[in-house]
């Protein structure tokens, strides 16, 4: 299968500092990328579509300034939690899409003290 | 608002024994039906997919699928320990946000040795 890679794996901030976690497609190009976040033992929420070379759409409730998301090529997306609050602490999963599917990178999970 | 219901378990089945993981979904415009398999703490990796009604085997994995009745299932046949993992239901449809993937909150399943 498709291998989905994202950077870093665990971050630990403190409140209103900026965190930036890296997606990458390793071996497929993927012109659409999802962002979705997991609190314990709830399910995966989505929270933003991201299309390379567009501007991302978010689900309705998500805050596109709070939750900033680049995707400058067909391997790499960004989403930066900016202003991190300790509310913010979770477990964020990207996953980049090709014609049949979606495969998940291994997850970032962020602790915003 | 597009359901996917799964009964969250856990669901306990003997070591060896067929278990059987059901979903129903709301969104008739659902086209295809995804089974992710995850594991605490980690991300979800995919096992298999399903686009035309009836059964598609896959190793010891089949999904069985019903558009009529909004039904989805997965069977495991010969369960392992290793199987033990939430097993999460997602069906696909085109959106706003391309083919967005809508998760249900997943069935926890154990397999006693």
């Known amino acids: 299968g498709a291998v989905v890679s994202q950077h870093p794996s665990r971050v630990i901030c403190k409140s209103g500092t900026s965190v930036k976690i890296e997606c990458r497609s390793l071996?497929?190009?993927?012109?659409?990328m999802f962002w979705y976040r997991q609190f314990p033992k709830q399910s995966l929420m989505l929270m933003a579509t991201?299309?390379?070379?567009?501007?991302?759409?978010?689900e309705q409730g998500v805050e596109k300034d709070k939750f900033l998301i680049n995707h400058a090529s067909l391997t790499l997306s960004t989403l930066t939690v900016t202003s991190a609050h300790p509310e913010d602490s979770s477990f964020y999963i990207c996953?980049?899409?090709?014609?049949?599917?979606?495969?998940f990178g291994p997850g970032t999970r962020l602790l915003v003290l | 608002q597009k359901e996917v219901e799964q009964n969250s378990g856990p669901l306990s089945v003997p070591e060896g024994a067929i278990a059987s993981l059901n979903c129903t979904y709301s969104?008739?415009?659902?086209?295809?039906f995804f089974w992710y398999r995850q594991y605490s703490g980690k991300s979800p990796e995919l096992i298999m997919f399903i686009y035309s009604n009836g059964d598609k085997e896959d190793g010891r994995f089949t999904a069985q699928l019903n558009k009529a009745s909004q039904y989805v299932s997965l069977l495991i046949r010969d369960s392992q320990p290793s199987d033990s993992a939430t097993y999460l239901c997602a069906p696909r449809a085109p959106g706003n946000s391309g083919y967005a993937l809508n998760f249900g909150k997943g069935t926890s399943l154990l397999v006693t040795p």
């Open positions: 996953s980049a899409e090709t014609q049949e599917t979606q495969y």
């Open positions: 071996d497929f190009q993927a012109t659409t």
């Open positions: 969104d008739r415009g659902s086209q295809s």
């Open positions: 991201s299309n390379e070379g567009s501007k991302a759409t978010y």
